[in-house]
């Protein structure tokens, strides 16, 4: 089996002030133990580091140094993997987007399903009601 994680989750569990941190830390803490394949894909681990040290975002980020220590702890785990789009990704893409209207702020959200498909991952973790809209992918909200 594997999952990934959706980057409100690790935002979450780095934001002590949420309330939903505490789920979150131990959710992130549980697939980190594995030994299911934990998939952190590119767009992720880029937007953890965006938003976890963003003063805009957070009355009191992160430092780099703390935000990429908590990705170096999940990346360089045995059991980690990170997949990126292949030659035939615009492929996938589309398959994932058919039949729907694919705009703004849900383009983002199937570039992951897509990147999903492309490696196998069938279960992700968010409290992001949009990524529902996909076929083919088992989400699973850490906070209902």
């Given at each position: 089996m594997?999952?990934?994680?959706?980057?409100?989750?690790?935002?979450?569990?780095?934001?002590?002030?949420?309330?939903?941190?505490?789920?979150?830390?131990?959710?992130?803490?549980?697939?980190?133990?594995?030994?299911?394949?934990?998939?952190?894909?590119?767009?992720?681990?880029?937007?953890?580091?965006?938003?976890?040290?963003?003063?805009?975002?957070?009355?009191?980020?992160?430092?780099?140094?703390?935000?990429?220590?908590?990705?170096d702890?999940?990346?360089?785990?045995?059991?980690?993997?990170?997949?990126?789009?292949?030659?035939?990704?615009?492929?996938?893409?589309r398959?994932?987007?058919?039949?729907?209207?694919?705009?703004?702020?849900?383009?983002?959200d199937?570039?992951?399903?897509?990147?999903?498909?492309?490696?196998?991952?069938?279960?992700?973790?968010?409290?992001?009601?949009?990524?529902?809209?996909?076929?083919?992918?088992?989400?699973?909200?850490?906070?209902?």
């Open positions: 594997s999952a990934t994680l959706d980057v409100n989750v690790l935002l979450y569990a780095s934001d002590e002030s949420s309330s939903f941190h505490v789920r979150a830390r131990d959710l992130v803490e549980r697939l980190a133990r594995g030994p299911d394949l934990l998939y952190l894909f590119w767009p992720v681990v880029i937007g953890y580091l965006r938003m976890a040290t963003h003063s805009g975002i957070f009355p009191r980020p992160l430092s780099v140094e703390v935000a990429s220590a908590n990705l702890d999940l990346l360089r785990l045995p059991h980690s993997r990170t997949g990126c789009e292949g030659d035939d990704f615009w492929d996938v893409y398959q994932v987007t058919s039949g729907m209207v694919v705009k703004g702020n849900l383009v983002s199937a570039h992951l399903v897509a990147l999903m498909r492309a490696s196998g991952v069938a279960t992700l973790w968010t409290h992001d009601r949009d990524f529902r809209k996909f076929e083919g992918i088992k989400v699973r909200d850490p906070f209902a």
